[in-house]
């Protein structure tokens, strides 16, 4: 075992050592080995830069509207077009994810909102 690192624990649930994550129920040891990983690997995860998050949404809003506007009498196209949208944000976030970063969520709402207020601004 020279030079090798080795983590010992329980993975019984019997000793109560189990912590909820977003990916389910986890020993405390799993919960300890990832973490050592990820300081040893020095692979955190970091936040895209605000301007770049602002200008995705700003760019997405922009397509919203004119998607609205452009679609207003053809509600099914429409509400495909809004749908693939939101499907598209979650599928850059999480090709973010997998390349280590995230984003702000906080302007998401208002960027899915503002189509709205353009449809009722165009009627």
């Known amino acids: 075992v020279k030079n090798k690192i080795?983590?010992?624990?329980?993975?019984?649930?019997?000793?109560?050592?189990?912590?909820?994550?977003?990916?389910g129920w986890l020993p405390g040891l799993t919960l300890n080995a990832n973490a050592f990983l990820t300081l040893y690997a020095r692979?955190?995860?970091?936040?895209?830069?605000?301007?770049i998050g602002f200008l995705v949404i700003l760019a997405g809003t922009a397509l919203s509207?004119?998607?609205?506007?452009?679609?207003?009498?053809h509600r099914y196209i429409l509400r495909t077009a809004v749908i693939s949208e939101i499907l598209l944000f979650f599928a850059l976030s999480y090709g973010l994810l997998l390349k280590n970063y995230t984003w702000n969520y906080s302007f998401f709402p208002l960027a899915a909102?503002?189509?709205?207020?353009?449809?009722?601004?165009?009627?």
């Open 6 to 23: 080795a983590l010992v624990g329980l993975l019984s649930s019997v000793f109560g050592d189990l912590h909820c994550t977003p990916l």
């Open 65 to 73: 509207a004119f998607l609205v506007s452009l679609l207003a009498a």
């Open 113 to 123: 909102l503002a189509p709205y207020f353009v449809g009722k601004c165009i009627k």
């Open 43 to 51: 692979n955190f995860i970091r936040e895209v830069p605000g301007w």
